[in-house]
């Protein structure tokens, strides 16, 4: 169903925010984010990110700690409520994903990145999704599910 892809990402200069809470919570997270976008005529360079940097099945919901960032140019006014920085090159093994953004329907592409993980001796750190989609489409997105390997 899922191809696994593997592949090194390109460091990107992102606007972002940082929430600890429920990953179902990150609403008002992207919409602070896009009003400061909005506000400030901020010109995005590629595809809203989230980052979750803890594994919802081991994590407390409360505990999650996620990013939720854009591409911006280097001219990005800076900002008290938004982070101006730069994701590194980190190596990836990702799957495309289209359909519904729930737990259960997002189920089957993370047990494939975990299994193919596990069959490679990989240890993975961070989970990193890419809408192809607004993220406001969670019933029918399109989004690339990437997770760190070390």
Known sequence: MYEVQVRRTEPLHVASIHHTGPYQELGPVYGQLMGWINGNKVRTQGFVREIGY??????????????????????????????LRYLPQVQVISVVHKGGMDFQSLGPAYQTLMGWAAKEG?????????????????????????????
């Not at 990193?128 to 989004?143: D, G, K, L, Q």
């Open 122 to 150: 990989r240890k993975t750190a961070y989970s990193i999704i890419t809408y192809y989609t607004p993220p406001s489409e969670r019933a029918n997105a399109e989004v690339e599910i990437a997770l760190v390997v070390e």
């Open 54 to 83: 803890d594994n919802p099945m081991q994590t407390p919901p409360e505990k999650c700690r996620q990013e939720v960032c854009v591409p911006v140019g280097e001219g990005a006014p800076v900002s008290s409520e938004i982070e």
